[in-house]
């Protein structure tokens, strides 16, 4: 089983900046791709930023110029560095990662989410 670890949400006022990281741990064997997506109350869950195990980034429109996505491999740790908070940025945001172990072959893990509130 892999298990991620969300830290670093909190409210910021607009403007302002947070870093999120997320760790992954378990009997992983190889990690393809890490990301971040968020869900808005009564939104569908949408993708924020991915990276792949190449370095690879996709962002959404709606943060590229602001966000910042980025990975230590070595520690099965990815990042996100928001700067220029908008209010529209309030929403859960949970980690993904596409990934092996030693006994699974390729699938999508999930955190549980952390609360990111951009408010005045």
């Known amino acids: 089983q892999v298990q991620l670890v969300e830290s670093g949400g909190g409210l910021v006022q607009p403007g302002g900046s947070l870093g999120l990281s997320c760790a992954a741990s378990?009997?992983?064997?190889?990690?393809?791709?890490m990301g971040w997506y968020c869900q808005a109350p009564g939104k569908q869950r949408e993708l924020v930023a991915t990276?792949?195990?190449?370095?690879?980034?996709n962002y959404a429109d709606s943060v590229k110029g602001r966000f910042t996505i980025s990975r230590d491999n070595a520690k099965n740790t990815v990042y996100l560095q928001m700067n220029n908070l908008k209010p529209e940025d309030t929403a859960v945001y949970y980690c993904?990662?596409?990934?092996?172990?030693?006994?699974?072959?390729?699938?999508?893990?999930w955190g549980q989410g952390t609360q990111v509130t951009v408010s005045s």
């Open positions: 993904n990662v596409y990934a092996t172990t030693h006994t699974m072959p390729w699938s999508d893990y």
């Open positions: 378990g009997s992983i064997a190889r990690i393809y791709r």
């Open positions: 990276i792949t195990n190449g370095g690879n980034t």
